[in-house]
């Protein structure tokens, strides 16, 4: 795979993570379930712990406890 075809496929999981949080409503979504299911395409704990992180810090999602929601 070359870096820009990494780089878009990156984009459009992002993408699929903040809008499936956003359908989520006020009941957030579970960390684990989210992890859950990328981890069945191969995405390592420390990915999605980094990932979920840098959403929070770009103020595109909020955690709290367990769940995340859409900001």
Same mark, same amino acid.
């Given at each position: 795979?070359?870096?820009?075809? *990494? &780089?878009?496929?990156?984009?459009?999981?992002?993408?699929?993570?903040? /809008? !499936?949080?956003?359908?989520?409503?006020?009941?957030?979504?579970?960390?684990?379930?989210?992890? *859950? &299911?990328?981890?069945?395409?191969?995405?390592?704990?420390?990915?999605? /712990? !980094?990932?979920?992180?840098?959403?929070?810090?770009?103020?595109?999602?909020?955690?709290?406890?367990?769940?995340?929601?859409?900001?």
């Amino acid at each position: 795979m070359t870096k820009e075809k *990494a &780089v878009v496929s990156l984009h459009k999981i992002v993408q699929a993570v903040v /809008e !499936t949080v956003r359908e989520c409503g006020s009941t957030g979504a579970p960390a684990g379930i989210l992890y *859950a &299911v990328l981890m069945s395409y191969g995405a390592t704990l420390e990915q999605f /712990e !980094t990932m979920m992180r840098l959403l929070v810090e770009a103020k595109k999602l909020r955690k709290d406890g367990q769940l995340y929601f859409a900001v």
